[in-house]
């Protein structure tokens, strides 16, 4: 909690106003005691109506004060924590899009929406609880204490005895309870894992009739996280009956202290009253505090797993300036580069090398798992080479600051992903400055022109979150003219073609041959026809390199390449 606490500097004052007007508002709420004793001993044993009426009047002036104060209090502890919240989300936001690819993979999807959501959410509700009861709790019941010491010492001596009781309960539950709220937000991890897994992956479990198996997943799930929540919440809810028990055995014994105390002269019936009261006050408190302390316990857990993702430095950071760039025409080289993924058995890339010249065209084919995309995802750097280097231009990928060299990379992923907006905005990602006409000449090179004439509005039309409202192949086509849109000196299509029929993936190549820009382009595919025209083929196997050249010599010379041709071109004759 405390790493969060930076971010409440900006709402100093409102985290100090807050509590004021509240420890005011239990100030006049430790003065009620007295006005009543008043009446009683004053007023009604006198038979003084006045007197009665006059201590009234103060009772409701206490009562309306009290409430200008205690919303006043609200007002300011909700500014703070609701402030405070959002600068935290901002911030943990910001930080997730430091991280490298391979600290988001080990962290998990599910895991960082669940600090960015839950947490977070738990943590606000834990800063505005304690900026309004934190210090008024306790002032309240040491303040009752004082007071009942100040009508007589020795029936306050009952005071001595329950509170620190009550503290001891209190504590020992919220000890336990810490480290119990951690292992329930770990487990509502699982849940939403498994949820997200069953929105996203729908149509398959429907395809494979799995709904029932994924019913019983989840359930298992859903039950684990209920039995550890029940757990928690029966050691929790033991907290109001036992300071319930404790504080009416102080309620009987107090009394009977009193009566003794009424008995011998030296106590009035009006001071019983107002012992009574603030022994009343004391377990109101006390049940209050009770709340906090879960309230806060959840807090504290859910800010150390938020902390924890903070604490997290990025484990790819950039150089501060751009270098000086030699001048070659190599776009790209990779010098004996492996790649072994963190807590993976065998290296995803072994001793890769080769050089790629500016406007070639380079085809990347393998089989499943032989480490096609890890290799281009080398290049704009979303991981980094376990050993040897990867030059762009030249120069070290590393020695780029990240957005410089990401600038001059257009990437499409295998993944065809599309953000909800119109068409302009999405294409805009490439460039942001992007005209009207340089929009529609990367809509014609990826073969996506009739996507927009053919809807209403065009440019302006609107695409669902994800692309829903497209097929599979203009979602990969948009997708390719968005790279475009940025002129990129290196284009990666990393399988972005998988969905488009043979003419239309052979008219984008072609397309792309005929770019003003000639960039240098790197083709991913599981089709050897995507590939064959290329300059120059790399054929991975089991993450190495087992062939390069172009198709007639690959097909003269390499196993694996003629393998994967005819399996493919012996399906097209059947």
Request: aromatic content about 6%.
């Amino acid at each position: 909690m405390k790493k969060l606490m930076i971010y409440m500097k900006e709402y100093t004052r409102e985290s100090i106003l807050g509590p004021l007007f509240k420890l005011l508002e239990a100030s006049f709420e430790l003065l009620v005691p007295l006005v009543m004793a008043a009446i009683i001993d004053n007023g009604i044993a006198g038979g003084d109506k006045g007197y009665i009426l006059r201590m009234c009047g103060v009772l409701a002036g206490l009562a309306v004060v009290g409430l200008v104060c205690s919303i006043t209090a609200q007002y300011f502890a909700a500014r703070a924590s609701v402030g405070f919240a959002a600068k935290v989300r901002s911030a943990l936001f910001a930080h997730i899009q430091k991280l490298s690819f391979a600290q988001q993979d080990k962290q998990g999807a599910n895991t960082l929406i669940t600090r960015m959501t839950s947490d977070i959410n738990q943590v606000q509700s834990g800063v505005n609880l304690a900026l309004r009861l934190l210090l008024r709790s306790p002032f309240v019941v040491f303040g009752a204490m004082v007071m009942a010491f100040t009508i007589d010492w020795q029936a306050a001596m009952v005071f001595m005895v329950t509170i620190p009781l009550l503290c001891a309960v209190v504590f020992g539950i919220m000890l336990w309870g810490i480290p119990m709220y951690k292992k329930v937000q770990q487990r509502l991890d699982k849940v939403l894992g498994i949820t997200r897994e069953n929105l996203t992956g729908a149509r398959v479990i429907r395809a494979f009739c799995k709904e029932q198996e994924e019913r019983s997943a989840f359930v298992q799930r859903n039950d684990d996280l209920t039995t550890l929540q029940k757990v928690v919440g029966k050691v929790s809810g033991l907290m109001n009956p036992i300071t319930y028990v404790l504080i009416n055995l102080g309620v009987i014994v107090l009394i009977w202290v009193g009566a003794l105390r009424v008995e011998q002269g030296v106590l009035t019936q009006g001071q019983v009253v107002a012992l009574y009261n603030y022994m009343s006050q004391i377990l109101v408190e006390l049940i209050k505090m009770a709340s906090l302390i879960i309230s806060i316990t959840k807090a504290m857990a859910c800010a150390s797993r938020v902390s924890a993702v903070l604490s997290l430095a990025p484990g790819m950071e950039g150089a501060d300036s751009l270098p000086s760039a030699p001048d070659t025409q190599e776009a790209v080289r990779f010098e004996n580069v492996s790649l072994t993924y963190e807590s993976a058995g065998a290296p995803s890339l072994l001793n890769v090398s080769f050089t790629a010249k500016r406007g070639e065209t380079i085809g990347v084919i393998g089989g499943t798992g032989s480490g096609k995309s890890t290799l281009v995802n080398l290049i704009p750097r979303f991981y980094d080479a376990t050993s040897g280097r990867v030059l762009v231009g030249g120069v070290d990928v590393r020695d780029y600051p990240l957005e410089a060299l990401r600038r001059k990379i257009g990437v499409v992923p295998q993944r065809a992903v599309l953000f909800k907006g119109s068409i302009r905005d999405n294409l805009r990602w490439g460039a942001q400055d992007a005209t009207q006409e340089e929009m529609f000449a990367a809509l014609a090179t990826a073969q996506a022109s009739e996507i927009v004439k053919g809807r209403e509005g065009g440019l302006d039309a609107m695409i669902a979150q994800g692309g829903k409202n497209l097929s599979g192949g203009q979602r990969q086509r948009l997708t390719i003219a968005r790279a475009l849109v940025k002129r990129p000196d290196i284009l990666i299509l990393d399988d972005s073609a998988s969905a488009l029929d043979y003419a239309t993936d052979l008219a984008l190549r072609q397309a792309l041959r005929q770019l003003p820009e000639s960039p240098t382009v790197f083709i991913v595919s599981q089709r050897a026809s995507s590939i064959r025209h290329a300059d120059r083929i790399i054929v991975l196997d089991e993450g190495a390199v087992c062939g390069m050249g172009t198709h007639e010599e690959l097909l003269n010379s390499c196993a694996v390449y003629q393998e994967i041709y005819y399996s493919q071109y012996e399906k097209e004759a059947m």
